[in-house]
C-alpha cells in the first residue's frame, strides 16, 4: 500500500511498485520479463476473487447511491459496492486467463490481454466510486488514482501485444520458466 498525496491508501500503486521491482529483478537477473509476466497474469485474477470477495464483505469501497438491484444497504442509503462488482468481474478474468494458458500463445500475450482486460475492468469501475463520502478516493482531473494507474497499464499492455505479434516462435507455456536462484 503506498500513500496517495491526501494521505489515502493506493494499494494500485503498490502493485505497480511491485511490478517494476520485480521487472528490475528478473531483467537484472536476465529472465524472460514476458514468461514471468504470463505467469503472474495466470495467477493474478484467482487472487483478486479471493481478495475482492473479502472487500465485497466487508463493504470497503462504497460507490454511488444507486436504487440497482447490486446496491447494498449502507448508512445514508443504498449505495453501489465497488470491491462487489470487481469481484463479479473476477471469474471473467479466470476464464480468460485460462483459456489463454491452454492455447499456444506468444510469450508476455497473456500478459497484455489480462492485463489490459482487467485495466479496462478497474477504468470504468471506478467511474462508480462515492465522491461524496469522508475518505473517499481523491480525483484527479475527475479521475482517481487506480484509474490513472491504469492508463500507463494499458499502454504497457498494448506494447506487450503489439511486441508479442512479432514474436511468435515463443509461446510462454512451451519454454519451462527458470527457478530463481537463491541470492
Do not use: M, N
Not at 537484472?28 to 520479463?33: G, K
Not at 500507463?152 to 527457478?179: E, K, M, Q, V, W
Amino acid at each position: 500500500l503506498f500513500l496517495s498525496g491526501d494521505g489515502a491508501f493506493s494499494s494500485s500503486a503498490g502493485v505497480l511498485a511491485a511490478a517494476l521491482a520485480a521487472t528490475a529483478y528478473l531483467r537484472i537477473r536476465r529472465y524472460d520479463v514476458r514468461a514471468w509476466a504470463d505467469v503472474v497474469a495466470w495467477a493474478f485474477p484467482f487472487g483478486l476473487l479471493v481478495a475482492r470477495a473479502g472487500c465485497a464483505l466487508t463493504h470497503d469501497h462504497p460507490g454511488k447511491l444507486s436504487s440497482s438491484w447490486l446496491a447494498v444497504p449502507f448508512p445514508g442509503g443504498a449505495r453501489l459496492d465497488c470491491g462487489l462488482l470487481e469481484w463479479t468481474a473476477a471469474p471473467f478474468l479466470i476464464a480468460l486467463a485460462v483459456t489463454l494458458g491452454r492455447r499456444r500463445e506468444p510469450a508476455g500475450r497473456t500478459a497484455g490481454l489480462v492485463g489490459a482486460a482487467y485495466a479496462l475492468i478497474r477504468f470504468s469501475l471506478d467511474f462508480h466510486r462515492a465522491a461524496d463520502l469522508p475518505g473517499a478516493d481523491p480525483r484527479r482531473l475527475g479521475l482517481t488514482v487506480a484509474q490513472w494507474l491504469c492508463l500507463p497499464l494499458l499502454t504497457g499492455c498494448a506494447y506487450l501485444l503489439f511486441t508479442a505479434r512479432l514474436r511468435p516462435d515463443t509461446p510462454s507455456h512451451d519454454r519451462p520458466a527458470p527457478a530463481i536462484d537463491a541470492p
